[in-house]
T-cell receptor, first 113, second 111 residues
Framework: GAGVSQTPSNKVTEKGKYVELRCDPI?????LYWYRQSLGQGPEFLIY????????DSGLPNDRFFAVRPEGSVSTLKIQRTERGDSAVYLC???????????FGSGTRLTVV | KQEVTQIPAALSVPEGENLVLNCSFT??????LQWFRQDPGKGLTSLLL?????REQTSGRLNASLDKSSGRSTLYIAASQPGDSATYLC??????????FGQGTTLQVKP
């Protein structure tokens, strides 16, 4: 596609539920990044993929968060047992090879009630 | 652990003023530094990218400088316009490809 697509754009879920957030990167981009942004803050790094593998997952806050990229293209961020503190905008970005040329999606706004 | 700090957190200026946004980072072993713009409810748009070997980059009314040894960068906006109102984010890329952001500076340019 022409840009990075994130779905859904908005997600409201109840505390304790499981959610999946999807990111479709630009075709051919090998690097994919997930960030979490709370109101008034900069994006917080979660995880970075090169191809199918997680090159750096040091930003995942705890074991409720998990991300996959099985075919080196689409990525899914999975959050188990959601908590109200997980409410934020989740941003995805892709890059041809990493380190520059990042394109960001418009984000998924997750609200946990 | 790399930490990126931006000062000020918010800035309000009248139209036409020149202004400077500041960014500092704790680990000078960076691959590059970028400045992004974020409009409310939108994704991020890259404005300028400075490679670690460069000192500055310019695009139109924007000029970004990098002093890697001191861990500092500035974004200079000349002749500010109301359309420049947005949040400006500084981000550094590590040599392993990890991109770390500052908290951002929210700019308001008043007509």
């Amino acid at each position: 596609g022409a840009g990075v697509s994130q779905t859904p754009s908005n997600k409201v879920t109840e505390k304790g539920k499981y959610v999946e957030l999807r990111c479709d990167p630009i075709s051919g981009h090998t690097a994919l990044y997930w960030y979490r942004q709370s109101l008034g803050q900069g994006p917080e790094f979660l995880i970075y993929f090169q191809g199918t593998g997680a090159a750096d997952d040091s930003g995942l806050p705890n074991d409720r968060f998990f991300a996959v990229r099985p075919e080196g293209s689409v990525s899914t961020l999975k959050i188990q047992r959601t908590e109200r503190g997980d409410s934020a905008v989740y941003l995805c970005a892709s890059s041809l090879a990493g380190k520059d040329g990042y394109t960001f999606g418009s984000g998924t706004r997750l609200t946990v009630v | 652990k790399q930490e990126v700090t931006q000062i000020p957190a918010a800035l309000s200026v009248p139209e036409g003023e020149n202004l400077v946004l500041n960014c500092s980072f704790t680990d000078s072993a960076i691959y590059n530094l970028q400045w992004f713009r974020q409009d409310p409810g939108k994704g991020l748009t890259s404005l300028l990218l400075i490679q670690s070997s460069q000192r500055e980059q310019t695009s139109g009314r924007l000029n970004a400088s990098l002093d890697k040894s001191s861990g500092r960068s500035t974004l200079y906006i000349a002749a500010s316009q109301p359309g420049d109102s947005a949040t400006y984010l500084c981000a550094v890329t590590s040599n392993t490809g990890k991109l770390i952001f500052g908290q951002g500076t929210t700019l308001q340019v008043k007509p």
